[in-house]
Nanobody, 124 residues
Framework: QVQLAESGGGLVQAGGSLRLSCAAS????????VGWFRQAPGKEREFVVL????????YYADSVKGRFTASRDNAKNTVYLQMNNLKPDDTAVYYC?????????????????WGQGPQVTVSS
């Protein structure tokens, strides 16, 4: 299995930027599709972006399209989520996750391994 260690959460003002990192150990991320999800207080966990196993294709939720960019650094066995022009509605716990089946699902229940979910807080 793969262990996922996240970093980069914190507090920023609206309009600012953060970059989340998700570093894998145990197995190369080349084996898996990787998803980013978030969960705000009182809401269900929602899809943010999917990175294909090859890293060549990404799919973004409409709520973050044009503002967030996901990428892979295969040499570092790490995926990133660059978040620009952050809004207060982006405030959530953010999770990276691995889908062993590489199903391409946007549903968090299809993912098997999860990061610890650091908090991202965007103030007005």
């Amino acid at each position: 299995q793969v262990q996922l260690a996240e970093s980069g959460g914190g507090l920023v003002q609206a309009g600012g930027s953060l970059r989340l990192s998700c570093a894998a150990s145990g197995r190369t991320l080349l084996t898996y599709a990787v998803g980013w999800f978030r969960q705000a207080p009182g809401k269900e966990r929602e899809f943010v972006v999917l990175i294909s196993r090859s890293g060549g294709t990404t799919y973004y939720a409409d709520s973050v399209k044009g503002r967030f960019t996901a990428s892979r650094d295969n040499a570092k066995n790490t995926v990133y989520l660059q978040m620009n022009n952050l809004k207060p509605d982006d405030t959530a716990v953010y999770y990276c996750a691995v889908d062993r089946k590489n199903s391409g699902s946007y549903d968090y229940t299809d993912y098997d391994y999860w990061g610890q979910g650091p908090q991202v807080t965007v103030s007005s």
